[in-house]
C-alpha cells in the first residue's frame, strides 16, 4: 500500500456521491467552499446505477407497450408489435453513462476534488481513503456523510431470487414473476413487467397492504386485476422450495385455503439498513442506531457538531428527494446560512402504469389527527384531454380541512400524477385554502385541470362529473 506523504486539508468532506451527495457538494462549492468528494465506485451512487434510474427506465419502456393501441387508434400503423429487450439494454448502458458523464462535467465545472476510494475516519477530523494500493489521508473541518443503505431478505432461492438492485437489471424478461411484499418496488415491477409479458403474482402477508388513501388503493387493485396481475392478499405460513424450473410457494389464503404457486422468478421485499459498518465511526463515538442509521436531527447533524448524515443513512423516508433536499440545507448550514428542513409536504411516487403520487393526509388519517374534512374527487376519464391522449384510467383525490378550507392532502392515480402533485406541494407549504385551488385559470385541455375539478367537487360544483345523487335530492328540496 502507498500512503500519502502529507495529509491533504479541506474544508468539507462528502462520502458518497449519490443524489445527496453530489448536491450537497456542488452547493457548498457554490457558496465557496473548498470540498472533496468521495465516492467508492462511480459517481451518481446506486441511485443512478443500479436504483432510481435503471428502475425508471425499465418501468417507461415497458409503459410504451401500452401506447400502441391507441396509436393505431389515432392513424399509426405497425406491422408487428414487437420489443427487443436489446436495444433496450443498449439504450440504458448509454443513458446512464451520459447521465454519469454530466455529473461529472459539474463537479469539475465547480471545482469540487473528486477521489474514489473506500473512506474510514481515522479521527475526528480525519480521514483515509484506500483505492487498491493507494491510500491518502485527508483533514477536514466538516464532514457529510451520505452512504446510503444496503438491503437485504430472507434468502429462499439461490438460483432465482433477484435482490432490489437486480430486479430491474436482467438481462431476459422472465416467464413468471413472484413479488412478496407492498413497497414501491413490487408495484413498478408488478405492473412493467406485466407489460412485458411475464405472469406476475403478489403476495401480500397478514396485515400487510399497499399504504395509500383508501381510494387509491381501491383503484389501484381495479388496475391490477386489469392488467391480470394476480394478488394475493392478508396470506400467512409462507413456504418455499426451490427446484429446475423455479420456486414453489405455499401459503395459507385469507380463506384459509392452501394455495401453491409456482414461478421462474422471485423477489421479496428487503430489509434497510444504514450503509456504515466499515466508516469507522466507532472510532469517534458517531451515535448509531441498532440498524446501522446515523442518529441525528431533522436537518442532519449528529451528535458531533461538525459531522452531518443525509439522505438514507440517515434512516427513512428513503427518498432520493429527501436526500437532495437535505444535501442542500446542509450544505448551506456549513457555509453559514440558517437553512431549514421540513418533510411534512414531501410527495411519495410510484411509477406504476397508471402512476400514483400523495402527499399530505389521507383521508384515513386526518380523520385520525381530529379534521373535519370534506372530500373532493374527479374521475380522468370526464377529461377532454385524458380522452385524447388515450389515459383515461384514474382520479384526482383532495383532503380539505373543512373548518378552515386548508389542503391537508392530495392523491392522484392517473398519467401526469407525479408532474400534477407539485401543485399540491406549493399548496400546502403555502397554507393553501380551497380558493387558492379554485380561482386560477388552468391550460385547457389539459390534466391540470383534474385538480380544479377534485376541488370544486369540494362543493358539489364539479363542471365535467354529473353531480352525485344526494346533491340532486338536496336541490330538488331546495327548490321545492
Known amino acids: 500500500m502507498v500512503v500519502g506523504e502529507i495529509a491533504q486539508e479541506k474544508e468539507v468532506v462528502i462520502i458518497g456521491?449519490?443524489?445527496?451527495?453530489?448536491?450537497?457538494?456542488?452547493?457548498?462549492?457554490q457558496l465557496g467552499k473548498d470540498v472533496l468528494l468521495i465516492e467508492q465506485k462511480k459517481l451518481g451512487g446506486i441511485c443512478l446505477h443500479e436504483g432510481c434510474i435503471?428502475?425508471?427506465?425499465?418501468?417507461?419502456?415497458?409503459?410504451?407497450?401500452?401506447?400502441?393501441?391507441?396509436?393505431?387508434?389515432?392513424?399509426y400503423k405497425f406491422e408487428t408489435k414487437e420489443f427487443d429487450f436489446s436495444t433496450f439494454l443498449a439504450y440504458r448502458k448509454k443513458l446512464l453513462s451520459q447521465l454519469q458523464m454530466g455529473i461529472e462535467s459539474l463537479c469539475k465545472a465547480n471545482k469540487i476534488d473528486v477521489m474514489y476510494g473506500r473512506a474510514s475516519f481515522i479521527s475526528a477530523n480525519k480521514i483515509g481513503i484506500e483505492n487498491g494500493h493507494h491510500y491518502e489521508v485527508v483533514n477536514f473541518e466538516q464532514a457529510i456523510i451520505a452512504t446510503g443503505t444496503k438491503a437485504g431478505s430472507h434468502k429462499v432461492s439461490a438460483n432465482y431470487q433477484l435482490n432490489s438492485r437486480e430486479l430491474f437489471q436482467v438481462e431476459t424478461i422472465p416467464e413468471q414473476l413472484l413479488l412478496v411484499g407492498s413497497d414501491y418496488i413490487i408495484l413498478e415491477a408488478a405492473f412493467a413487467y406485466s407489460l412485458l409479458g411475464t405472469k406476475v403474482s403478489i403476495i401480500l402477508e397478514e396485515n400487510h397492504d399497499f399504504p395509500f388513501d383508501k381510494d387509491i388503493l381501491k383503484e389501484l387493485k381495479r388496475q391490477l386485476k386489469k392488467r391480470k396481475i394476480s394478488l394475493y392478499p392478508n396470506t400467512k405460513d409462507l413456504r418455499f422450495s426451490e427446484n429446475e424450473s423455479g420456486v414453489d410457494c405455499t401459503f395459507t389464503n385469507h380463506k384459509d385455503e392452501t394455495v401453491m404457486i409456482h414461478s421462474s422468478t422471485i423477489y421479496i421485499e428487503e430489509e434497510i439498513k444504514g450503509n456504515t459498518n466499515e466508516l469507522g465511526l466507532e472510532r469517534m463515538g458517531l451515535a448509531i442506531d441498532s440498524n446501522g442509521f446515523i442518529v441525528c436531527d431533522r436537518i442532519g447533524k449528529t451528535n458531533m457538531d461538525h459531522i452531518f448524515a443525509i439522505g438514507d443513512v440517515s434512516g427513512g423516508p428513503f427518498l432520493a428527494a429527501k436526500a437532495i433536499k437535505q444535501g442542500k440545507a446542509v450544505a448551506?448550514?456549513?457555509?453559514?446560512?440558517?437553512?431549514?428542513?421540513d418533510l411534512t409536504w414531501m410527495p411519495e411516487v410510484v411509477y406504476s402504469v397508471p402512476p400514483i403520487a400523495h402527499v399530505g393526509f389521507s383521508e384515513e388519517q386526518a380523520k385520525a389527527a381530529g379534521y373535519p374534512v370534506k372530500i373532493g374527487r374527479y374521475q380522468l376519464s370526464g377529461s377532454g384531454f385524458a380522452m385524447l391522449s388515450g389515459n383515461r384510467d384514474g382520479f384526482a383525490k383532495v383532503v380539505i380541512d373543512e373548518e378552515t378550507n386548508r389542503i391537508l392532502g392530495m392523491h392522484i392515480i392517473g398519467e401526469g400524477a407525479i408532474e400534477l402533485i407539485s401543485s399540491a406541494v406549493i399548496g400546502g407549504?403555502?397554507?393553501?385554502?380551497?380558493?387558492?385551488?379554485?380561482?386560477?385559470?388552468?391550460?385547457?385541455?389539459s390534466m391540470n385541470e383534474a385538480i380544479l375539478e377534485a376541488m370544486e367537487d369540494t362543493l358539489g360544483l364539479s363542471i365535467h362529473q354529473a353531480p352525485k345523487r344526494t346533491e340532486r335530492k338536496a336541490k330538488i328540496v331546495k327548490n321545492s
Request: no cysteine; proline share 8%.
Open 17 to 29: 456521491g449519490g443524489p445527496g451527495g453530489y448536491t450537497a457538494a456542488i452547493r457548498a462549492a
Open 54 to 75: 435503471p428502475s425508471k427506465a425499465f418501468v417507461h419502456t415497458a409503459k410504451q407497450t401500452n401506447t400502441w393501441d391507441h396509436l393505431i387508434e389515432i392513424g
Open 332 to 341: 448551506e448550514i456549513i457555509a453559514g446560512g440558517k437553512s431549514e428542513i
Open 429 to 445: 407549504e403555502m397554507v393553501a385554502r380551497d380558493e387558492d385551488f379554485l380561482f386560477p385559470t388552468y391550460p385547457h385541455p
